[in-house]
């Protein structure tokens, strides 16, 4: 069974984002891995709709989630899509396979008052450091962007005289995204105070030793600061794009300038978010109309 010619192609030719392709490449490994076990075969051309639906039952009663699941088949589509193309398969396995259903989750997010109090009341303390995770919470809220965008963004990246950044999305996309003059201004202090203590670095958020930022402690930051204005169970750089996107929408924004914003390929991705809107709309009804 022959994966690595498929990761290939989403890396090289489909330019999916590291995380896509490493999360296809552990899926197609747990497939394979299981195929091998189970029926001692690894031809592709043996695998079955049944031996599918035998490896997807398999991962329900280890008490995976229906979403993790629907992950790990679209992985086996595009997988046997490309089998197929290819000549190595005469039929595809996935054509009788049903993904099981999912509940719909609505995106967490933080309220706007929230959001305010965090920047105009929480106190930060005093020095680099905490410059530094003022102005990215900022710039996840006030942007939208995902955490890879964020940890990939360089000096070069912030036009501060078109108030604009260049963002690198996923497949390696490029994206325009405008900012506000209080997030220039902060930007500017930023910029200023972060040259004198690592001069040459490009990278634009770096972390107290002048590397450039990576995952896990933007994931620190965000928790520990979201955590002094709400008592969501998530807190996450992804909740504040969750709440960007949210907010957004609140305020009037049209729905495809969210879209375009949030680097989305299609509009769907970006309609969940009208769900959030909706309930809003709902609780205004309740507290505003006389017979609600």
Known sequence: MNIQRFIQYIQFEKRFSVHTVKAYENDL?????YIVQTYETEEVAEVSHGMIRSWIVSLMDQGISSRTVNRKITSLKSFFRFLLRKNEISLNPMLKVQSPKTSKRLPVFVDQDK???LFEKVDFGEGFEAQRDHLLLEFLYATGMRLSELIGLKE???DQYQSQIKVLGKRNKERIIPFTKKLQSSIREYLQEKKKMFPGEDSFFVTDNGKPLYPKLVYRIVT???????????????????????????????????????GHANLSATQVYTHNTIEKLKQVYKQAHPRA
Do not use: Y
């Open 224 to 262: 520990k600061r979201l955590s002094a204005v709400t008592t969501l169970d998530k807190k996450s750089p992804h909740v504040l794009r969750h709440t960007f996107a949210t907010h957004m929408l609140n305020n009037g924004a049209d729905i495809n300038s969210v879209k375009e914003l949030l």
């Open 29 to 33: 490994g747990q497939f394979k891995d």
């Open 115 to 117: 959001m305010e109090l």
């Open 156 to 158: 070069s990246s912030i």
